[in-house]
Structures are given as structure tokens and as C-alpha cells.
Nanobody, 116 residues
Framework: QVQLVESGGGLVQPGGSLRLSCIVSVNIFRLDTMAWYRQAPGNQRELVASLTSGGSTNYANSVKGRFTISRDSAVNTIYLQMNNLKPEDSAVYYC??????????WGQGTQVTVSS
């Protein structure tokens, strides 16, 4: 059973930073896609950032220049560095992985609240 465990969420003031972590129970070097999604109350879940096995990244327009997705294969962890946070970034953030062998897997989510 593949497990994804997110951490790093919390309450932060506007302009602040957080780093989300997602520890994966399988070797992430073999994954085709790694991503972070978010869902705010009343909204659909949306892609925030993605990273392919080849190292290509993609970001939602709303977070470009502020968020960075990365991975550390040595510890099977996917990160989302979030800088200059805004109130509209408040949401539950979900880690996502995909591979042909595992199909799609989701983490349980971590809450990020940006408020003064």
C-alpha cells in the first residue's frame, strides 16, 4: 500500500513562507509525475505545481515566481516551497503522484491558512 504523508502546513501571515513536505513510501525516482494540488472551501481542487521524472516543472499562473516544487529522491520526499503567501493561497494542499505501475495516489492533505 503506497502512502503519502504531508506536513508543513499551518497559519502564516501574508508575505510569509511555508515549506510543505510529502514523504512517499516508494522510490520517487521511478515516478512519472509528482504534484501539489489545493482545494479551498467551495472551490474545485486545482493544480498548483507539478514535476516530471525528467525534471520539467509546471506552475499555476497564480503561484508562478512564488512557489517552487522540488524533490529529494534520497529521502523519497516532495517539497513545495511557498513564499510571499497571500490570503488567497489558503486551502488544503494535497500531494499527488502518478506512475504507470502505481496509477494515481493522493495524500491526506495539509491545511494552509494565510491570515493576519
Amino acid at each position: 500500500q503506497v502512502q503519502l504523508v504531508e506536513s508543513g502546513g499551518g497559519l502564516v501571515q501574508p508575505g510569509g513562507s511555508l515549506r510543505l513536505s510529502c514523504i512517499v513510501s516508494v522510490n520517487i525516482f521511478r515516478l512519472d509525475t509528482m504534484a501539489w494540488y489545493r482545494q479551498a472551501p467551495g472551490n474545485q481542487r486545482e493544480l498548483v505545481a507539478s514535476l516530471t521524472s525528467g525534471g520539467s516543472t509546471n506552475y499555476a499562473n497564480s503561484v508562478k515566481g512564488r512557489f517552487t516544487i522540488s524533490r529529494d529522491s534520497a529521502v523519497n520526499t516532495i517539497y513545495l516551497q511557498m513564499n510571499n503567501l497571500k490570503p488567497e493561497d489558503s486551502a488544503v494542499y494535497y500531494c499527488y503522484i502518478f506512475s504507470d505501475r502505481l496509477s494515481s495516489k493522493w495524500g491526506q492533505g495539509t491545511q494552509v491558512t494565510v491570515s493576519s
